[in-house]
């Protein structure tokens, strides 16, 4: 098949009547026995979001929930690996993932995105894609802590410069005021804070 491009590079055979599918969103939650739904991790470097959500995907499925999880890591090799981290790049980058998220979500999976995500334009984007079924999660610690935990040694080579646009360090981070949920990993542990995450899907996906 030929597909016509036009100025903009975009495929104009595409007709924008969504194709029916014979599995409705209620037939997928019905067998799940759980609502779909984006569980949008949003924080510095190092504040938790891997840990907590790698974390809450053991216990959901231990459950038999539909859980998968996003992370920007795996992500950055794969889909987006044409992306760097410039300000356009970091838009496209959660701009792609806010739209894969949304298509778990309507296919009945929780998933769980980790993501640095720093500009609350993006997350509004990702919002807008999933919808009622978007549920953003503010991992929050100081760039002081998080430098000091300096996981991936990251900080340190932002620090000498090796690496540009750093969040915190040499790139803005826009603190969310519209999370359901912050987390302060300063003052909570682990277990704590993942109990908190674990509590608001039971209490918002299950049924
Ligand atoms: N309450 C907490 N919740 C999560 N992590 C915590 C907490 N307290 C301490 N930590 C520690 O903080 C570190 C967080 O690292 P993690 O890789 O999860 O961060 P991240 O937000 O995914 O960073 P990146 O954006 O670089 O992937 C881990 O070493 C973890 O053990
Ligand atoms: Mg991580």
Known sequence: MIFYANSHGMNTNIITIPPQSSISYAMRTQKNKH???VLWFTGLSGSGKSTLAQILQKRLF???CQVYVLDGDHIRQGLNRDLGFSPHDRSENIRRIGEVAALFADAGIIVLCAFISPYQEDRNRARLAAGDKFHLVHVNASVELC???DVKGLYRKARLGEIK?????????EIPHDAEIVLDTAQHEVEYCSSVLYNYVRTHLFF
């Open 165 to 173: 646009d750093f969040t915190g360090i040499s790139a803005p981070y």
């Open 62 to 64: 231990d459950e038999g």
């Open 35 to 37: 609502h779909g739904g």
């Open 147 to 149: 430098e000091e935990r």
